[in-house]
């Protein structure tokens, strides 16, 4: 399934929350997920993080939550600024 995907939008897993160990593990994005994945494909998350990322997957290209969080800001800034601007 990950090697059809063009996006992958993982949220936070709250692993209280998660009784069966083997269930959380499926849901975990790893170097194993990252090979099965399209070369071109995009990891996207809100951020912070639990245990459901990998943080050796921060290192690969496909990963992009950070910048995704740095142009969140950015919109939020320019939306404000634009509110502002009609008082």
């Not at 290192?59 to 910048?67: G, I, M, S, T, V």
Request: neutral net charge; hydrophobic residues 45%; glycine residues 4%.
């Amino acid at each position: 399934m990950a090697g059809e995907v063009d996006v992958i939008y993982q949220t936070r897993i709250r692993p209280d929350r998660v009784t069966d160990r083997a269930a959380l593990d499926r849901y975990t994005i790893d170097k194993r997920l990252l090979g099965m994945m399209k070369p071109h494909a995009m990891i996207l998350h809100p951020l912070p993080r639990t245990v459901e990322i990998d943080k050796a997957v921060d290192e690969d290209p496909r990963a992009l939550y950070f910048k995704q969080t740095t142009n969140g800001l950015f919109i939020r800034m320019a939306l404000l600024t634009l509110l502002w601007e009609q008082e």
